[in-house]
């Protein structure tokens, strides 16, 4: 049975900024993101939607500020905050080595999928069954995003982010996109980097990357 998060995961952003060499993309980022609710990140290429997202994820430093992560109303370290989220990017590197299936197994050996669902499942939620002896290696762009993304609606943890998560996908991938979109549970928080309105527009909670230069 999938695990249940209502209002367990809380991440708050005490005056946070990230500079690269001389450059500040961020600066006095205070925010509180909390369980069952969802999220967007918007703004133009460039705003730093996907440095905040990184940032979050404990991937990068801050260069100045805070960021408190909670669980159950208990501290977590960033060292052990990945256990807890799922990353939908089109700049996340998959083991090309692998088929499709050997993947999809050695991803569930880690952060199971909800529902108790199983690597043939996750592999048809996506819609790749006919390429499940393939090597990802030979997936095109689009059927690498719609992997990324079908990892990240199934995996059965409380945090999803989901950085531009319709590049590289046609129409019909799009359409697969928003129809399950949906799945991601009230329970979860979910946090969308985006300047593509279709992306985020369930999201009750808009956040311009324009306040922070």
Not at 4 to 12: A, G, P, R, S, Y
Not at 185 to 206: K, M, P, R, W
Request: aromatic share 10%; net charge neutral; charged share 25%.
């Amino acid at each position: 049975m999938a695990q249940k998060w209502t209002e367990t995961v809380q991440i708050t952003v005490e005056n946070v900024g990230k500079k690269f060499n001389a450059e500040w993309v961020l600066r006095r980022v205070n925010c509180h993101f909390q369980a069952g609710e969802k999220y967007a990140f918007t703004g133009a290429n460039g705003s730093g939607k996907s440095t905040l997202i990184q940032l979050l994820m404990g991937q990068l430093p801050v260069s100045e500020g805070t960021i408190r992560y909670r669980q159950e109303g208990v501290s977590r370290h960033v060292d052990d905050w990945y256990r807890l989220l799922v990353l939908a990017a089109p700049y996340l590197e998959l083991i090309e080595e692998f088929t499709l299936t050997e993947l999809v197994a050695f991803h569930r050996r880690f952060k199971p999928f909800k529902n108790g669902s199983g690597v043939d499942d996750l592999i048809a939620f996506a819609r790749l069954t006919p390429a499940r002896h393939k090597l990802v290696r030979h997936f095109s762009s689009g059927m690498k995003q719609r992997l990324r993304l079908a990892l990240a609606f199934q995996t059965d943890v409380p945090v999803v982010f989901l950085d531009e998560p319709t590049s590289n996908l046609d129409q019909e991938g799009v359409e697969w996109y928003l129809e399950n979109i949906s799945g991601l549970t009230a329970d979860q928080l979910v946090i969308i980097g985006s300047n593509q309105l279709h992306e985020y527009e369930f999201c009750g909670n808009v956040i311009s990357m324009a306040d922070y230069k």
